[in-house]
């Protein structure tokens, strides 16, 4: 029997990376213009970490922690997201204390959940974390940011902003009182989840799929009418601004969240293009979760992209793959070192270009075949005549113009102008 890869683990294959990648990088060009620092965390915590923070009666610390002994006995936890190591990194290393904190923050994610397109058991997230600003104007600096990210992605217009507040914990605990009244009414009809969230969890019979449940909850009292006097200005607040910056957004008074520490603003990045799992970012604030934590009291507010969910986006609009710029061609091993010794001046010279060296023994026929698939711009031979006259020859694989013989000594030269200002060609 062949060794496989552990169920819910994905490969990424080179085009699947190559994507990420490109994620990664509009990601931190955007984080870099709003003043978010890069930082590193663990991805094994204390278990009691995720316990306290994430919430006892979560789906996530419940049921799809991937949580071992380790040799010493203790109780470890591969991190399934990275708001409570966040705060527990800011805490810890005194960075807290007065002092407002933007962060931002990548890496695998394991959660021991079924596995189907678009939701794995180790999955990517790329995240910030703004720590020390209470007022609505971070919220909206937050969204506006992870705005930006799918526009220089090219993503909007797929992907809607859905926006709801959980108030306080005070107007929080008085709905969900009401909630539980309601729905023990028709705790029977509810389905077998819901009826365990009644007592365990009640706030996410909201987002219960269940049709039946779902029309239950039509006539269910409404968290905004419980929102708080300083929730709902704060709301408002926040509304209002995304609004005059022109961002457009829908109310959704189902989101509540899967992790227990949010209170007031809570949004969720969705799209119709991915089927059952929609939701390629989620956020909102947590202005209790330093103080669970054992630290002062911290307002907090954040956001987390899945990365393979905006992977899978990107493949749908058939996003192209950086193709190399040169695929370098000679008949015989003979001529190969010269070859290497080329490629390694003009990786000298123009480190930008991305050369692939054909490697290995193969007919120069079948070697500019690979060359025409490879989607290189242009080959470069070098067979028996060009290395006697000390030449190269350039075929151009995109364009129709004549193949053309040069001087080795003058190839940098002409593929930087080439691959810099080809319009000077033709
Ligand atoms: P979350 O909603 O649990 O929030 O996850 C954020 C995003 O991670 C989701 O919207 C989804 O795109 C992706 N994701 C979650 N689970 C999976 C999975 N099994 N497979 C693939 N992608 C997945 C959090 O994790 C919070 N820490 C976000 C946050 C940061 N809130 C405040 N700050």
């Known amino acids: 029997m062949k060794i496989q890869a552990v169920r819910g683990m994905q490969d990424l294959l080179p085009e699947k990376k190559a994507i990420f990648r490109l994620i990664d990088e509009a990601a931190r ?17 204390e278990t009691g970490l995720f316990e306290r923070l994430v919430g006892r009666a979560t789906d996530i610390v419940e049921k799809e922690m991937y949580t071992f002994q380790d040799r010493n006995g203790e109780s470890i936890t591969l991190r399934p997201e990275g708001t409570a190591g966040c705060a527990r990194f800011a805490e810890q290393n ?16 394991f959660r021991y959940e079924r596995p189907q397109r678009g939701r794995y058991r180790q999955f990517e997230q790329l995240g910030a974390e703004c720590f020390g600003i ?10 506006l940011l992870n705005a930006r990210i799918f526009r220089l992605l090219g993503l909007d217009g797929d992907i809607t902003l859905e926006l709801n507040s959980l108030g306080n914990s005070e107007s929080r605990e008085s709905f969900k009182y009401d909630l539980v009244e309601y729905l023990t009414r028709y705790k029977s009809d509810l389905d ?47 509304k209002t601004m995304l609004g005059e910056c022109g961002l457009d957004f829908v109310l959704n008074p189902k989101i509540v969240r899967g992790l227990d520490y949010y209170n007031k603003t809570v949004f969720e990045w ?13 956020g909102g604030r947590y202005d ?62 123009i480190p930008s270009l991305s050369i692939i060296v054909n ?11 690979k060359a025409d698939s490879s989607g290189a711009r242009i080959a470069l031979i070098l067979g028996e005549d060009e290395s006697s006259e000390g030449k190269i020859s350039i075929k151009f694989l995109r364009e129709a113009s004549e193949q053309v013989t040069i001087l080795q000594s003058e190839v940098a030269e002409y593929c930087s102008k080439y691959f810099c200002k080809e319009d000077t060609f033709g």
């Open 29 to 45: 060009s955007v984080f870099q213009s709003y003043g978010y620092k890069e930082i590193g965390l663990p991805i094994i915590e």
């Open 94 to 109: 005194g960075l807290l204390f007065n002092q407002i904190q933007r962060f931002w923050y990548q890496g695998p994610m």
């Open 134 to 143: 209470p007022t609505p104007d971070i919220d909206a600096e937050i969204i």
């Open 192 to 238: 077998i989840d819901s009826q365990r969230r009644l007592i365990a969890n009640p706030l996410r019979i909201l987002d219960s799929k269940d049709p039946t449940t779902q029309t239950i909850m039509l006539e269910a009292p409404k968290l905004l009418d419980y929102l708080d006097s300083e929730s709902k200005a704060h709301f408002e607040s926040l």
């Open 270 to 282: 969705t799209t119709k293009l991915l089927g059952a799992q929609a939701t390629v970012s989620g």
């Open 288 to 349: 209790n979760l330093v103080k669970q934590l054992g630290g002062r009291d911290t307002p907090g507010i954040g956001f987390a992209v899945g990365l393979d969910r905006l992977a899978l986006l990107l493949e749908q609009k058939s996003y192209e793959v950086k193709k190399p710029d040169i695929y370098f061609v000679s008949p015989e091993l003979k001529y190969r070192s010269l070859v290497l010794c080329i490629a390694e001046k003009l990786k000298d010279q």
């Open 359 to 369: 490697c290995g023994e193969s007919k120069m026929k079948a070697q500019m075949k």
